[in-house]
């Protein structure tokens, strides 16, 4: 298996602009979560999703910020407008659960995408 | 409600000598456990996780970790550092309620010096 796939793996853009990052997950996986990273605020749950439906939006920090996984082999994470406090590597990662013969939550990560907001 | 707390955000050891990265849990279900590494610039790779089998668990490139339910830790070691061990360590729980959800500890940068 090709792992969780993200795209692009860096983005740079203007504040203001809208940013668009993209997921993939491991085929048959059922659980879908994306994390921030940033060196003042660690590893930051933003949301996840079971079965294409958001569980937990409550990570998400603001209105900006929105997810969306339209089928189970693809989700994105919008930031509309950016500003330069996003900045930060974000990931995602995918599981599945045990009623579908998963192994104790155990989550596979994407390579991330740093983002720069100037 | 879970938690996790990594004590140390920096640990330094030289090569070949004793690694123990430290975890303390906090749950109200019996928890599994997990330890992530990081490399630079990667993503989160599951080094080695606690389903409540044997409490001592062994994971990739010579580390392990005993769950002790006592002491509500689950502390990472490797007899002998090596270079390449260089990296960020992240200890994780599992919430309870069925969702896959992991708490992560705020990690542990490991260096390593010759």
């Known amino acids: 298996d090709a792992g969780v796939i993200q795209s692009p793996r860096h983005e740079v853009t203007e504040m203001g602009q809208e940013v668009t990052l993209r997921c993939k997950p491991i085929?048959?996986?059922?659980?879908l979560f994306w994390y921030r990273q940033t060196m003042m605020r660690g590893l930051e749950l933003l949301i996840y999703?079971?079965?294409?439906?958001?569980?937990?939006d409550s990570g998400m920090p603001e209105d900006r910020f929105s997810a969306k996984m339209p089928n189970a082999s693809f989700s994105t994470l919008k930031i509309q407008p950016s500003e330069p406090r996003d900045s930060a590597v974000y990931f995602c990662?995918?599981?599945?659960?045990?009623?579908?013969?998963?192994?104790?939550?155990?989550?596979?990560f994407g390579p991330g995408t740093r983002l720069t907001v100037t | 409600a879970q938690s996790v707390t990594q004590l140390g955000s920096h640990v330094s050891v030289s090569e070949g000598a004793l690694v123990l990265l430290r975890c303390n849990y906090s749950?109200?279900?019996?928890?599994?456990l997990f330890w992530y590494v990081q490399y630079p610039n990667q993503g989160l790779q599951l080094l080695l996780k606690?389903?409540?089998?044997?409490?001592l668990v062994k994971g990739i490139n010579g580390f392990e970790a005993e769950f002790k339910k006592s002491e509500t830790s689950f502390h990472l070691t490797k007899p002998s550092a090596h270079m390449s061990d260089a990296a960020e360590y992240f200890c994780a729980v599992s919430e309870s309620g069925g969702y896959n959800k992991l708490i992560f500890g705020a990690g542990t940068r490991l260096a390593v010096h010759p």
């Open positions: 749950s109200s279900v019996p928890p599994y």
């Open positions: 085929s048959g996986h059922d659980y």
């Open positions: 606690y389903t409540s089998a044997a409490t």
């Open positions: 999703f079971n079965n294409n439906v958001p569980i937990d």
């Open positions: 990662a995918s599981s599945f659960s045990l009623n579908s013969g998963g192994s104790h939550y155990e989550q596979y």
